[in-house]
């Protein structure tokens, strides 16, 4: 154990400390000035997004797995992550071959060509090595011999990867390991016939091959070890500095175990909630019913997936100052796909609770699924309602819900509950008829006070406040009054939404509330209080960052002005907390692209030809009517969206108003682009489509109509009317609109009083 200790004091006295090695999983993350983030979504692919300090990290790009430059074209599908110092490293899902990657240099893999092609059924990444099984991840029996390459870090923080000379032992060459586990200049591996092994420069000093072979999981932070033992699933540590462990739990079961630089992190077996101990107090780890399926630490950071939505949450350690990181909104795998069936102890996770109908599983092949342990509790203020079964976790419910005795224990509702309606009951025995008349009359006066108050708070949340005026907040901390410095007012009127209420108007922002993303951002579907439907326009990080405060206010001074029946109108707004919210009428019957292109039913020319001219009319008002003009820049089927009502309604126009000296050069753009629209209105074709000839549609519709061969455009999807006069105005419409030469083009106004004509003429279609 001596020697144990010196390991730890290697650690201690390193450059940079270990934090977060070990198991691989479907989130890891990389340490240091470089960490990032990565997890596996839960689309079915297994595609990996990867995120870093307060941005998304775009997709590595990679191109094949077996290239002279060490350079590949796209991120293939993963089965598995792990994370070293400013790099992590997967096993391919179709292939079961490695590939290492940096947030420095996206698309060099770190593998060395000697194993670019070897197939490897495990891997951990340490902090600054790589050790992997061979076999293949998805066999019944993964193991084999163990391979291991250095990462090497260069100019510029940049690294590259070579075959290792100090991890390759010749006494280990022939051994065939089951598990495998990374750390600051060692691995150790679990053999196949029992016991295990370490190896490496610091392995002489580690003296844990007798330990190791009793613990599941195991982590290494910067000064420490913990570990997971295998029958009692307890955790146990190791360390310098026995305030590391000042509240390290004792008698409480984990399932997983994640560390960084001075703490560590467990979700626990019995209601999957996560506790943290070290040296920091974390005291922003997630309280209440929040279980997590996964989870995974840098430095000072720890993010897991929720195992009510598989959605990300991230907390850091209290006293430090890190950068936050802020993980996309998406939903990820709860845990890595396998074959075989689960364990005991464990159930196969479904992804039916998701109410996602296009998501039937979240593994790439139907043969494989995601072993989860099972809970065998709830966290505080829910009770038990189902134990957990083959193909179900146990449900949790809030004792908010509960109804009778079998969960008034746990809910601590016995004593009060019971009590009261037993003391109800003798009063009304003992006193009689009269007390009951006037308990009738108390509890009468109650509800209608109750009721004023109720109609008063929703007669103020009816009265808009100015769109720019300094919302008033009532009730906050300090701390969470973030309000727009500016009191200037517009004539509009708009309402001020708490960031709070619109996080639960869309459920935090969960992936099965999403409409869709715009430029400005993310769109979801809301419900508020009073029943409203809405839809929320969630500003990502890059409009933030390229919109200052002053803009965005001088934005919302337009969008309170803009109202029109044929514009989607903003309803309200929230900034608060570094967030930027648009509110706007919710538009329950989609897109004009999902009608045209998608699986929404399609519309026939009435539809059709009356979309068009609502559509020209919303256009015509931001170009003319609107005080400044506004140029769309970004008119398509998918920014007309359809009413309760079936009207057509422009969306997600420019929200910086046209100051440029040629604002009309700017509309006949718009022009040109509505043009297109007409076109996919009349043939049903995309805009463009790289399995037909030409690709453009105008290059292909253009010159038909030119010859007068327009009526070989017609969508033969749709029953074709008696009279197709209309539709042959509407591809002479469309080719005036779509000339190479703007000064050629009509005016909005002009669309939408020819349109108009086609439409009030009642022509018989």
Not at 200 to 213: E, I, Q
Not at 383 to 407: G, H, I, K, W
Not at 478 to 489: K, P, W
Not at 578 to 586: A, K, P, S
Request: aromatic fraction near 10%; hydrophobic fraction near 35%.
């Amino acid at each position: 154990m001596q020697s144990f200790f010196f390991l730890l004091l290697l650690l201690l006295f390193s450059c940079i400390g270990a934090s977060g090695f070990g198991s691989m999983g479907p989130i890891s993350a990389a340490f240091g000035d470089n960490g990032f983030f990565c997890a596996i979504d839960a689309s079915g692919k297994q595609d990996v997004t990867c995120w870093t300090k307060n941005t998304t990290l775009p997709s590595p790009s990679f191109s094949s797995l077996a290239t002279s430059s060490g350079y590949l074209s796209s991120i293939p599908a993963m089965s598995s992550l792990s994370g070293g110092e400013g790099f992590l490293c997967g096993i391919l899902a179709n292939s079961s071959q490695a590939l290492c990657w940096s947030s420095i240099y996206l698309g060099r893999d770190l593998v060395p060509s000697i194993y670019s092609n070897t197939a490897y059924s495990h891997i951990a990444a340490g902090k600054d090595h790589v050790c992997a099984i061979r076999g293949s991840y998805f066999s019944d029996h993964e193991s084999g011999t163990i391979d291991c390459w250095d990462i090497v870090k260069g100019a510029n923080n940049s690294l590259t990867s070579t075959q290792s000379s100090q991890f390759y032992d010749q006494s280990i060459s022939n051994l065939v390991f089951s598990k495998v586990v990374s750390g600051e200049g060692y691995s150790c591996g679990r053999v196949r016939e029992g016991g295990a092994v370490c190896w490496g420069p610091n392995s002489a000093s580690l003296g844990v091959s007798s330990v190791l072979d009793n613990y599941r999981v195991l982590a290494s932070g910067m000064r420490s070890l913990c570990g997971i033992l295998e029958e009692s699933n307890e955790v146990k540590c190791w360390g310098i500095s026995n305030d590391s462990f000042s509240s390290l739990p004792v008698g409480t079961q984990f399932v997983s175990l994640t560390a960084g630089a001075n703490h560590f992190c467990g979700i626990r077996e019995d209601n999957h909630a996560v506790e943290c101990w070290g040296s920091f107090n974390l005291s922003s780890v997630p309280k209440g019913g929040a279980g997590f399926t996964a989870i995974a630490s840098s430095d000072f950071t720890t993010c897991g997936i929720r195992e009510d939505d598989l959605v990300i949450d991230c907390w850091f350690a209290s006293g430090t100052s890190p950068p936050e990181y802020n993980p996309p909104l998406e939903l990820f795998s709860p845990g890595l796909c396998g074959p075989g069936s689960c364990g005991e102890g464990e159930f196969v996770f479904n992804a039916s609770f998701l109410n996602e109908p296009d998501l039937t599983s979240l593994c790439f092949r139907k043969d494989l699924n995601i072993c989860s342990p099972c809970g065998s509790n709830c966290s505080q203020g829910f009770f038990l309602s189902s134990p957990c079964t083959e193909n179900a976790d146990r449900v949790c419910t809030a004792c908010s819900l509960c109804q009778n005795s079998s969960c008034w224990g746990v809910c601590g509702m016995q004593s009060s509950a019971q009590k009261q309606w037993h003391h109800l009951r003798r009063l009304v025995i003992i006193i009689g008829p009269s007390a009951l008349g006037f308990l009738l009359i108390l509890i009468s006066c109650c509800v209608f006070s109750r009721s004023m108050v109720t109609r008063k708070e929703e007669g103020s949340k009816k009265q808009f406040k100015s769109c720019i005026g300094k919302p008033k907040l009532e009730n906050d901390n300090a701390s969470d009054s973030h309000q727009l410095t500016s009191t200037t007012s517009c004539p509009g009127m708009a309402q001020v939404f708490r960031l709070s209420e619109l996080k639960d108007a869309t459920n935090r922002f969960k992936e099965f509330n999403k409409l869709g993303r715009g430029r400005y951002g993310l769109v979801y579907k809301a419900v508020l209080t009073d029943g409203r439907q809405v839809a929320v326009k969630r500003a990502n990080a890059a409009t933030i960052i390229h919109t200052n405060s002053r803009d965005f206010e001088m934005e919302l001074e337009v969008l309170c002005n803009v109202r029109h029946c044929n514009i989607v109108n903003l309803l309200g707004y929230c900034s608060e907390m570094g967030e930027r919210l648009l509110v706007y009428e919710y538009m329950p019957h989609g897109t004009l692209h999902d009608h045209l292109h998608g699986e929404l039913s399609p519309l026939n020319w009435s539809f059709r030809l009356k979309i068009a001219m609502q559509a020209a009319k919303g256009l015509e008002y931001l170009h003319k009517e609107a005080k400044p003009p506004i140029v769309h820049r970004n008119v398509k089927t998918s920014n007309i969206l359809l009413d309760s009502e079936w009207g057509a309604r422009i969306a997600d126009f420019g929200l910086l108003t046209a100051n440029e000296k040629d604002i009309g050069g700017d509309m006949k753009t718009d022009v040109y682009n509505f043009g297109i629209i007409l076109l996919e209105i009349l043939s049903g074709r995309k805009a463009y489509d790289k399995d037909s000839t030409p690709p453009s549609i105008v290059d292909w519709a253009i010159p038909l109509i030119k010859q007068g061969k327009a009526a070989a455009i017609i969508d033969r999807y749709v029953a074709l009317p008696r009279n197709f006069e209309p539709l042959l105005k509407l591809a002479d419409i469309a080719e005036l609109a779509v000339r190479e030469n703007p000064n050629s083009r009509p005016t909005m106004l002009d669309l939408a009083t020819w349109l108009e004509q086609i439409v009030t003429d009642g022509l018989t279609l």
